[in-house]
């Protein structure tokens, strides 16, 4: 009867514990894109068959909609479940490039992170401190968006914007700059491969004369042509007037 008493007494302590973590999971998960993904990354609930980095993966897709729909007090909860999937990750499993890229460059989206953290309270300290004199927030935002660009790595990092009368709080841009390295990152593999493949084909092609691009960009043309070089030599002198009078 005792042990009935004492198993009934620390039921009834732990439930509404349990309860509250499942309402407080509910809570931060309400305006992410992926409310049950978000779920799961919460409460441990992915099958035990997902690695870690599909987890981080999975987390980082949510950051995304987070990031839009956050403030500076929220901020930190809201970026929780990514910090987590990101803390529990050991690198000695890895087992593919691939899961290295994921977390290396996980590890640079959370240096981001902080850096945008640090910069909206360095700019709410500043504009409530100098008001009209705007010269020290201005200078903190041209410095916090070299070290967030540093950090980034990318030549087409945030864009410092003064104006007139002093200069943009550049939180908003960096969340958008991140928010666009973020989809870069988790970007199916075989899409991305596929999309640099195009790129670079591109790119090739635009380093070509405009004879040889229109060649290669229409195979038939330039078999014919390699079977019929003389005729081929008028053709392309056809096509090059043809590109003058445009």
């Not at 950051?63 to 050991?90: C, E, H, M, W």
């Not at 968006?145 to 790595?153: E, R, Y």
């Not at 973020?182 to 790129?199: C, G, M, S, Y």
Request: with cysteine; glycine share 2%.
């Amino acid at each position: 009867m005792k042990r009935l008493l004492l198993l009934s007494a620390i039921l009834g302590l732990t439930l509404p514990s349990a309860k509250a973590v499942q309402n407080e999971i509910h809570e931060k998960c309400l305006k992410a894109a992926d409310y049950e993904g978000c779920v799961q990354v919460l409460s441990g609930d992915s099958t035990s068959q997902e690695s870690q980095i599909d987890k981080l993966v999975k987390a980082l897709k949510l950051l995304p909609s987070r990031l839009q729909n956050t403030n500076r007090q929220d901020f930190y909860k809201n970026i929780q479940p990514f910090s987590d999937a990101l803390g529990l990750v050991d690198q000695s499993l890895f087992s593919s490039e691939y899961e290295e890229y994921i977390y290396q460059n996980s590890l640079t989206i959370s240096k981001l992170l902080n850096r945008i953290a640090q910069t909206w309270m360095d700019q709410i300290k500043l504009r409530v401190r100098f008001k009209a004199y705007l010269k020290p927030v201005c200078d903190n935002a041209k410095s916090q968006i070299t070290l967030f660009n540093n950090t980034l790595g990318k030549s087409d990092g945030v864009l410092y914007q003064p104006w007139r009368n002093g200069c943009q709080n550049p939180t908003a841009p960096m969340i958008m700059r991140l928010n666009a390295f973020i989809d870069e990152v988790t970007e199916d593999p075989i899409k991305k491969q596929n999309r640099l493949a195009a790129e670079a084909r591109e790119k090739e092609l635009a380093a070509m004369e405009p004879w040889l691009r229109h060649l290669e960009e229409n195979p038939n043309l330039k078999k014919w042509a390699e079977s019929n070089p003389d005729a081929a030599l008028k053709e392309r002198d056809k096509f090059l007037k043809r590109l003058e009078r445009q």
